[in-house]
């Protein structure tokens, strides 16, 4: 195989989010392609670290990363194959920037539950917890949180 320093950018390609952490990466397909590496980075602290982000037969995947909020970048490797006209075997086209578009994060009344309060009368406080029920996945430490408020004198 025959490896080349990256051509020009990719023709129809598109990303999109479907949740914070789940990213698709569709491209145009390519010219005798029959297998299609991703690779991802982020733009602003390791721009030249290219993390596997999956291979395709299709040209397009969706793969998962760790921060909703950082910028990511991807590109795409096409193995493609052998021509007698010359053509390289693997062909790496320039890194495209991944527009950040989080999904809206909206909490009917439905998917959030509160205990009744607690009078504590020994430590002079009122304790609840609450709980948040959702399906889009944003980094929130416990499903299960509590509020303490003391009472003033």
Request: aromatic residues 12%; glycine residues 4%.
């Amino acid at each position: 195989m025959t490896a080349t320093t990256p051509v020009g950018t990719l023709a129809g390609a598109s990303t999109e989010y479907f949740d914070a952490h789940s990213i698709k990466v569709k491209i145009g397909a390519v010219e005798d392609a029959f297998i299609y590496v991703f690779e991802y980075s982020t733009i602003s602290t390791a721009p030249d670290q290219w993390l596997f982000a999956g291979a395709s037969s299709s040209p397009s995947i969706t793969f998962t990363v760790m921060d909703p909020c950082r910028d990511y970048q991807f590109r795409v490797i096409a193995i493609v194959r052998p021509s007698t006209t010359g053509q390289n075997d693997v062909v790496i086209y320039r890194a495209l920037p991944i527009p950040v578009q989080l999904p809206a994060f909206v909490l009917h009344p439905d998917q959030i539950s509160v205990e009744s309060p607690q009078w504590n009368a020994t430590e002079e406080q009122v304790k609840t917890h609450y709980e948040v029920t959702t399906s889009i996945v944003y980094d929130i430490s416990g499903p299960r949180k509590s509020f303490t408020s003391r009472a003033r004198t």
